[in-house]
């Protein structure tokens, strides 16, 4: 019995152990991020490859999103501003990003560092990875 009693007690301090190492990222995130590259999850074929370097090269230049850490973001293409609120989930897998005006979406992190964001998106109907590196 006593044996039953120690094992339920070292079974519930190693899943606490376990969840309090599930850090939450937040704070990597809270930053102005760039475009570094983007990749689709299928092959561009080769005459649209020229078009598609020049897009990411101009998103580049262009493209900023800012997420704060009072859970707002903001992105900036040009003189284009949108605003929002984001949320992660419980084991920073997820970003959930709702728009001033616009859906509620989720988007899947890949990896978030101090020094790279990669995150997963539907754009036209393709899963295209964003590779985001802090703005310089």
Not at 31 to 48: A, F, H
Not at 86 to 96: C, G, R
């Amino acid at each position: 019995m006593k044996i039953a009693k120690h094992g339920k007690l070292i079974l519930l301090l190693a899943t606490v152990m376990f969840l309090c190492s599930c850090s939450d990222k937040s704070k990597l995130l809270v930053r102005t991020w760039m475009v570094e590259n983007l990749k689709y999850s299928k092959e561009v074929p080769k005459e649209l490859q020229p078009q598609i370097e020049k897009s990411v090269e101009e998103l580049r230049k262009s493209f900023r999103l800012t997420y704060n850490a009072d859970g707002t973001y903001n992105t900036q293409n040009n003189e284009q501003v949108l605003n929002g609120k984001w949320k992660l989930n419980w084991n920073s897998s997820v970003i959930t990003s709702t728009p001033d005006k616009g859906e509620t979406k989720d988007f899947k992190i890949a990896e978030l560092s101090e020094t790279k964001f990669t995150f997963k998106a539907m754009e036209g109907g393709e899963e295209v990875t964003f590779e985001m590196v802090p703005a310089k």
